[in-house]
């Protein structure tokens, strides 16, 4: 692994950029030469000028400094979503369980979004773990969140009601949640993917309700997932809109509607069949003699 002046170097000349197309502005052309043979260390400000004078972002270059490898925790958080996306619990228990002694605090946080994970899917929430209870006081306690907090908070929200006892706490969060993406959402577009991010997150807020069997606040969800026009919203987010629109129908609009978005949705499926959403199906299977229930508790009422 190069250190970050010959790194910087190396992207350099691939891309055919002299040094003062890198440099002006930035550095003396001295410094510049000292700091791509190793010999001095640059203040964060300059290197993140000097990374967008080269066209790359951090993560890019820390990719490339490590031999085109991402990170352990990276490699681990990505390792999580392929199989909690596959149904391989077994596996996602045995990463938490050899993860147990971990102290990198990075790891500890993917520790609880595994566990979480786990016991979301099951639906049914016992003792909260010393991992999520720490994942838990990071959220609550930090005012604002960055691109991280915003990733992960969606998954505590089946694990509240035994986190807190307060009974305001999913309404405090998702006021929290829309203020720190607030920050990252720009004019001209979404290079954070955050409006995904409010997609899932109020997915999982939506869930939580009809699980407390809260169907005011559930139904109230609707705008939330239509706030965004369509443009700049990936195939994954569009398709994702559409089918929990489509599962809110199911419970408080037209049905037979819903289902037959569902049954779109499952036929755009079936073009991937080396990428199942099994996640979905799960969901769909779940919800659907739910909702009639629910629709029948409501015409008996």
């Keep these: ?8 170097k190396a992207i350099r000349t691939i891309k055919g950029l002299t040094q003062k197309e890198v440099y002006q502005g930035v550095v003396s052309p001295s410094f510049a030469i000292r700091f791509e043979q190793g010999r001095n260390d640059m203040k964060a400000t300059s290197f993140l000028a000097v ?18 490898q991402v990170s352990p925790v990276v490699a681990a958080r990505l390792q999580i979503d392929t199989w909690y996306g596959e149904h391989n619990f077994e596996a996602l228990s045995q990463w938490i369980s050899d993860q147990k002694t971990a102290t990198n605090p990075q790891v500890k946080t993917l520790v609880a979004l595994a566990e979480v994970l786990l016991i979301s899917y099951d639906r049914f929430i016992g003792e909260p773990t010393p991992s999520m209870q720490a994942l838990w006081q990071q959220l609550s306690q930090t ?5 991280q907090e915003i990733k992960l908070v969606r998954y505590l929200i089946p694990a509240l ?12 969060l998702q006021q929290k949640m829309m203020t720190n993406c607030q920050i990252y959402l720009v004019k001209n577009g979404d ?20 699980n407390r069997h809260d169907y005011q606040a559930a139904a109230s969800i609707q ?5 965004f026009e369509n443009t700049g919203l990936s195939w994954d987010t569009l398709i994702s809109q559409r089918f929990w629109l489509a599962i809110w129908q199911l419970y408080f609009g037209d049905a037979t509607a819903g289902r037959e978005v569902i049954a779109k949705i499952n ?11 099994r996640n979905l199906d799960a969901i769909y299977r779940y919800r659907e003699p739910d909702a009639r229930h629910y629709r029948q508790r409501a015409a008996n009422d």
């Design 161 to 172: 009601r035994v986190l807190t006892s307060d009974p305001t706490a999913l309404n405090k």
């Design 51 to 68: 990374l967008a004078n080269l066209g790359v972002s951090p993560d890019e270059f820390q990719y490339l400094l490590q031999g085109h």
């Design 143 to 147: 005012k604002t969140w960055t691109l």
């Design 223 to 227: 705008s939330a997932f239509t706030q």
């Design 1 to 8: 692994m190069l250190k970050i002046g010959p790194q910087v």
């Design 267 to 277: 036929q755009l499926q079936q073009l991937f069949p080396q990428r199942p959403d």
């Design 191 to 210: 290079p954070f993917q955050i409006k995904s991010e409010l997609v899932d997150f109020n997915a999982m807020l939506f869930q939580e309700y009809l």
